[in-house]
């Protein structure tokens, strides 16, 4: 009943600039945190930017400066401006989304992710 598309990815040159997106769709009922996560070959998932539904940020100490997470409420839209963009941002970054929708007469709140968008910079 949910689902999270991303978009914006690409190709950029170091020092770049590039701004993904990521809506939720479906019978939702209050979107809580949302949060921005990136995965390079060979490592694991971590965390890049997290904003609260009360607009509270937190960023991974590699981007700050950097990269800027923002939400449209309205939209159901979670937004990462990343720039200044350097080679070791090369990943495919995966949106998150944990939020409360409503089926068949009860609430449920669940986490979901985005398809992921690869996001590749060039030296």
């Known amino acids: 009943q949910v689902q999270l598309v991303e978009s914006g990815g690409g190709l950029v040159q170091a020092g770049g600039s590039l701004r993904l997106s990521c809506a939720a769709s479906?019978?939702?009922?209050?979107?809580?945190?949302m949060g921005w996560y990136r995965q390079a070959p060979g490592k694991q998932r971590e965390l890049v930017a997290a904003i609260t539904s009360g607009g509270n940020t937190n960023y991974a100490d590699s981007v700050k400066g950097r990269f800027t997470i923002s939400r449209d409420n309205a939209k159901n839209t979670v937004y990462l401006q990343m720039n200044s963009l350097m080679p070791e941002d090369t990943a495919v970054y995966y949106c998150?989304?944990?939020?409360?929708?409503?089926?068949?007469?009860?609430?449920?709140?669940?986490?979901?992710w985005g398809q992921g968008t690869q996001v590749t910079v060039s030296s």
């Open positions: 998150n989304q944990d939020l409360t929708y409503y089926s068949g007469g009860y609430y449920y709140t669940d986490d979901y």
């Open positions: 479906g019978s939702i009922f209050r979107i809580n945190a």
